[in-house]
């Protein structure tokens, strides 16, 4: 038994001394929130030659606002001329966004999510967005007018890291499996997140409007909503993948993995997930991902 303890006393002194322990991805057992292997199997990743950087619109919008199209027709025109390099993630909040059944609203896109983030944010008027949480000439809440001077100021930046996601989904059992992976392309000392949301595509509901060059006024009878937030995975802010204490150089991975159960209302062939990665300091997204639920 004594022979026993002092090798293995030996061993862990030996991988202390290590450098760094060479493994296909740096895990953190202390704040890795992962399904259990045993429920999302790993896959393995195919890392992408050349990452470019992608930048997230936050439409904060609803179904009652008449403003909102205009802002939604901006964000289309800027997804044509970026294409990949810009997500778009619409987020329905506030009193455009409460259900009004009797006047053929019946929908509620409201999540807690999207209200946690209005109120941290201060949207106070719509269509307000974020261009990547990131301040654009003293503000962070932008107005539509200006988000494509925004998202053009981000998206000749180099990235930091590349972000992959690989999705897993049953249609019988609604279970879908979605494994996200960070690769770091500068070294970094920073405390950064990992947010992870779902989103749906292509709900028809009856709209608001004032842009006749959109629709009808006073209201679209058959408006197609796109980029609808529906529900926050690993939570409104995410878990923590690195901290000021971590030293992540090139090439470093972590994995995470997460299991949910899509609402059998969403039509999971119009889902995606979104992926992205902020500072904890600033709440300033340094890269985005968007991945179809069935491809």
């Not at 322990?21 to 050349?50: G, L």
């Not at 455009?96 to 019946?106: C, K, L, M, Q, T």
């Not at 470093?252 to 899509?262: T, V």
Request: charged letters at 20%; proline letters at 5%; hydrophobic letters at 40%.
């Amino acid at each position: 038994m004594r022979v026993l303890k002092i090798i293995i006393f030996i061993s862990f002194t030996l991988i202390l001394a290590c450098d760094k322990i060479k493994e296909p991805y740096v895990r953190f057992t202390e704040t890795d929130d992962s399904v259990d292997p045993s429920i999302c199997p790993r896959p393995v990743f195919t890392e992408r030659a050349t990452p470019v950087k992608k930048v997230l619109l936050e439409d904060f919008t609803g179904f009652l606002c008449p403003n909102c199209p205009t802002g939604a027709k901006e964000a289309r025109a800027l997804m044509t001329q970026y294409g990949e390099q810009l997500i778009v993630l619409a987020v329905h909040t506030g009193e455009f966004a409460v259900p009004d059944p009797s006047e053929g609203y019946p929908q509620d896109f409201r999540t807690s999510t999207g209200d946690a983030l209005a109120a941290f944010f201060q949207v106070l008027a719509f269509p307000n967005g974020l261009v990547s949480r990131t301040s654009f000439r003293s503000n962070t809440v932008l107005y539509y007018d200006t988000w494509a001077a925004a998202v053009d100021s981000l998206t000749h930046i180099a990235p930091d890291l590349d972000i992959q996601i690989i999705n897993e989904y049953d249609s019988v059992s609604h279970k879908l499996c979605s494994h996200i992976q960070t690769r770091f392309l500068k070294k970094s000392q920073k405390q950064l997140m990992l947010a992870v949301y779902l989103m749906e595509d292509s709900i028809h509901t009856k709209q608001k409007n004032n842009n006749p060059t959109i629709g009808t006024r006073p209201e679209i009878a058959d408006y197609v909503q796109m980029h609808v937030l529906r529900k926050a995975v690993n939570s409104t802010w995410g878990s923590v993948i690195s901290t000021t204490s971590d030293t992540l150089n090139v090439n470093d991975k972590i994995n995470r993995s997460y299991s949910l159960i899509l609402d059998s209302s969403w039509k999971s062939e119009h889902c995606s997930v979104i992926a992205f990665v902020y500072e904890a300091n600033n709440k300033a997204i340094i890269q985005a991902e968007e991945h179809k639920v069935m491809e």
